[in-house]
């Protein structure tokens, strides 16, 4: 194997060669340490890296492997963590400088699971501010750049995992999605992202934005990788009340390329309003290949849909200004001006309004939960566009009503803060490129607690494609 | 002060009170007149709940005691 190839190997392919020994884990992880050597002035993923640590790490899990002591697929394998999952020993800043010298004495749930698992840290990485934001804008660290094309976002907030992740600096990398964001940079960087069941992956030791929307999720560049991350690290945690108990079952029993007998429900109101036309084809040709490889295709409709943005905002907002109200009048003027503006609308949802947005979610929740009762999955597009330019605040876009463009935060989270409010998995895999060369992406949600149909149908998909091997030309 | 309808716009005068009430600096005129704004601008789009039939739904924030 090449070692200019290493980097871009999935977890899948990776644990084979390293439990075999044909490699080690401290060739992976020189490797992952060029690539981000040179990918790295460019795309400005990482906002504290840690060579040192990742290579006495390695060296570690080498003589472990070395003595017979294999821990399992994620033995050896690199990984990164958004920079708001606490880190023994390594600072932590949510994507803010007010908390640069934030350094946790504890590993937050996730990242002593990966340890637990023998995965190798390679470093934090970046993110908007607070995670309130679905652009991956940051002026503290400097703005995360799309491998695709660094002139356009990588989405947010967890960008630096979608560039990182794409551009084979790291093998699996961490998100948190709460109103879009493992699923928005993984769409628009070309990588998969799965945002698990709410309660399926331990929040404890993560920073919060939203307690009630709050998912972290994998972001990969494969399925497979997704479904083993989902092994090391989901179930019950004493320490995050929400996570749901009972087993977890292994993920990886449902990669069976086989989506015959699913029913797949396509969303009516996904393909109205403001949508791209090559975005939406993509999205549509990508749900008829399921259908050709045997699923079921039908039309659903959820009115409640138009509901979506109003319950996630007031929700969002009055729960991410809870949490940040301290720094914001404390520190406000150091925040990123976007991230300070919403912090403070937030200071005037009343308490009604908020109440008012939770019954609503309920109503919706009944309304997706009826559509599940009919059809395993979900359908339609992750975004309504590939990745527009950096700081863009207005997108031009098919649909638009005034000729002015959409807003970006509105839009880049229109599709995928359905899933928050409802709290059911649902995951973002690759669905070929638009003729600006930027990839788009199906989005597929399941019942709650079942991310392995979910799994199943994604990685029919992407075996039966090769969008997954694409590579960006960085 | 009148009361605060939901969704309905701040009037200049209950928006200064709860912003200094939140404890924000409501000296900046300018910082206020645009954060005044774009409060209402936000707020307007909550008049879309009161369009849900909410009345079967109870919000998930209720007590559970600890059995413990």
Redesign the interface.
Known sequence: MPANELHYLSAWELSGLIRSREISPVDVVEACLARIEATEPTLNSFITLLPEQARAAAQRAEAEIGRGSYRGPLHGIPVGLKDLFNTAGVRTTSGTRIYDTHVPDEDCTVAARFNAAGAILLGKLNMHPLAFGPTGENADYGHMHNPWNPERITGGSSGGSGSATAAGQCTITMGSDTGGSVRIPAALCGIVGLKPTYGRISRAGLTPLSW?LDHPGPMTRTVEDAALAMNAIAGPDPKDHVTAPGPVPDYTQALTEDVRGLRIGVVREFFDGPLDGEVASLAQQAISALGEMGAEIVEVSLP?F??A???S??IL?AEATAAHRDIL?SDGDQLYPQVR?RL??G????A??Y?????????FC?QVGRLLQDVDLLAGPVEPVTAPEILARRIEIDGSLDGAGEPAVPLLTRYTRVYNITGSPAISVPCGFASDGLPAALHLAGRNFDEATVLRAAYAYQQAHDWHRQRPPI | MSS?D??AE?SLDV?LH??AD???DVSDTARMDD?RR??NM??G??A???????SK?????AFVPDAG
């Open positions: 009630c409640m138009q509901y943005q109003p319950i905002n007031v907002s009048l503006d403070e609308e200071l005037f949802i009343t009604s309004e109440l008012r947005a939770q019954q609503g979610r309920q109503v009944q | 605060i939901a969704g701040l928006f709860l912003a939140a404890g924000l954060l774009r409060v936000m707020r789009g909550f879309a709940l009161h369009e849900i039939d909410v739904a109870e919000s998930p924030a």
